[in-house]
């Protein structure tokens, strides 16, 4: 018998029952992705978060059989998602010492909430998580100590030990981000490329990209390989981007393409890109185009207004 490794008959089915998973775990989305962002302190690493958390959120149904409460799911999910990321790049992050931190040396909830922003990075992983479900996003200690695989008195002290952590530790600004080197001639190529796309020459586009190139609109697919970004994503296709200007910037400790559109009384954000070039070519593109809470984000940082207003194709904000 012939076997069958097309796996498109599937991925249709997922395509299928994508949207009523989105409709119940939209209520969440904002407040998940400010948690990510919290947990990995980089608002590139919150998104990345949030995509594996929603991925594996919907993958993981089939081989679930009970009762489940969406927000939980979600955030246990990205809990350990960075649980696991945090164990394999350093161990110790894990640490679980035992002894019983005394009732005097825990800080009050208000100064909790003053200093987890700074000081949350410098807890133990599962110290950081305990700390953040229970006291920022309120869950119970028996919904903090099933989302990170715990008891419940094993969470009662790991608050105990991150709140006298805290009161330890003393708030310092964090570092400003090193500027990354980017050679003149992977600028001049992407140049090239943020020249043809607000001409809307999307031929000339496609000349650019490597054979094997791959261009992700985050949250709502990829296309594999020049010929299917041409064909699909970012080809010869006749999608209009009059009015739009394109920069090279520095944001968040990496380099990215900043489009803005003209509204009338200035610049809007329109949407955030980033490109990998090898060898003249453009072989990885990143689009967060429908991304709300990030672009949100990117917004307050460069001091400009989001473009609420842009073709969702169909679509319609998510989010905030």
């Given at each position: 018998?012939?076997?069958?490794?097309?796996?498109?008959?599937?991925?249709?089915?997922?395509?299928?029952?994508?949207?009523?998973?989105?409709?119940?775990?939209?209520?969440?989305?904002?407040?998940?992705?400010?948690?990510?962002?919290?947990?990995?302190?980089?608002?590139?690493?919150?998104?990345?978060?949030?995509?594996?958390?929603?991925?594996?959120?919907?993958?993981?149904?089939?081989?679930?059989?009970?009762?489940?409460?969406?927000?939980?799911?979600?955030?246990?999910?990205?809990?350990?998602?960075?649980?696991?990321?945090?164990?394999?790049?350093?161990?110790?992050?894990?640490?679980?010492?035992?002894?019983?931190?005394?009732?005097?040396?825990?800080?009050?909830?208000?100064?909790?909430?003053?200093?987890?922003?700074?000081?949350?990075?410098?807890?133990?992983?599962?110290?950081?998580?305990?700390?953040?479900?229970?006291?920022?996003?309120?869950?119970?200690?028996?919904?903090?100590?099933?989302?990170?695989?715990?008891?419940?008195?094993?969470?009662?002290s790991l608050l105990s030990r991150a709140r006298?952590?805290?009161?330890?530790?003393?708030?310092?600004?964090?570092?400003?981000?090193?500027?990354?080197?980017?050679?003149?001639?992977?600028?001049?190529?992407?140049?090239q490329y943020m020249d043809y796309f607000v001409?809307?020459?999307?031929?000339?586009?496609?000349?650019?990209?490597?054979?094997?190139?791959?261009?992700?609109?985050?949250?709502?697919?990829?296309?594999?390989?020049?010929?299917?970004?041409?064909?699909?994503?970012?080809?010869?296709?006749?999608?209009?981007?009059?009015?739009?200007?394109?920069?090279?910037?520095?944001?968040?400790?990496?380099?990215?393409?900043?489009?803005?559109?003209?509204?009338?009384?200035?610049?809007?954000?329109?949407?955030?890109?980033?490109?990998?070039?090898?060898?003249?070519?453009?072989?990885?593109?990143?689009?967060?185009?429908?991304?709300?809470?990030?672009?949100?984000?990117?917004?307050?940082?460069?001091?400009?207004?989001?473009?609420?207003?842009?073709?969702?194709?169909?679509?319609?904000?998510?989010?905030?």
């Open positions: 018998m012939e076997k069958h490794n097309d796996l498109s008959s599937i991925s249709k089915d997922m395509k299928e029952l994508a949207p009523s998973f989105d409709c119940i775990v939209q209520p969440y989305r904002e407040q998940l992705w400010h948690y990510c962002r919290k947990l990995t302190g980089s608002p590139w690493d919150a998104e990345d978060l949030l995509q594996d958390t929603l991925l594996k959120a919907f993958s993981s149904l089939s081989r679930i059989g009970q009762t489940m409460n969406a927000k939980s799911y979600l955030f246990r999910i990205a809990t350990n998602i960075w649980i696991d990321h945090c164990r394999k790049k350093s161990p110790q992050l894990l640490d679980m010492e035992s002894e019983k931190i005394p009732d005097g040396d825990l800080v009050p909830y208000s100064e909790v909430l003053e200093s987890v922003e700074i000081l949350i990075h410098q807890l133990p992983a599962k110290q950081a998580a305990a700390i953040l479900l229970a006291e920022v996003y309120r869950f119970t200690i028996r919904e903090t100590a099933e989302m990170i695989g715990s008891t419940e008195g094993g969470v009662q006298a952590n805290l009161k330890k530790q003393k708030a310092v600004e964090n570092l400003p981000f090193q500027e990354a080197v980017l050679a003149d001639e992977k600028k001049q190529v992407i140049q001409k809307g020459d999307f031929k000339s586009i496609g000349e650019l990209l490597g054979k094997y190139a791959t261009n992700e609109v985050v949250g709502q697919g990829m296309d594999i390989g020049k010929t299917q970004i041409r064909k699909n994503s970012m080809g010869d296709w006749g999608s209009s981007t009059a009015g739009l200007s394109a920069e090279l910037a520095f944001l968040w400790g990496r380099y990215a393409v900043i489009y803005t559109r003209d509204a009338g009384c200035g610049p809007v954000l329109w949407d955030i890109a980033t490109a990998e070039i090898e060898d003249g070519k453009l072989i990885r593109h990143k689009s967060y185009y429908f991304c709300r809470e990030f672009l949100e984000a990117a917004a307050a940082e460069l001091s400009i207004k989001l473009d609420t207003e842009k073709d969702l194709f169909g679509q319609e904000w998510q989010g905030i």
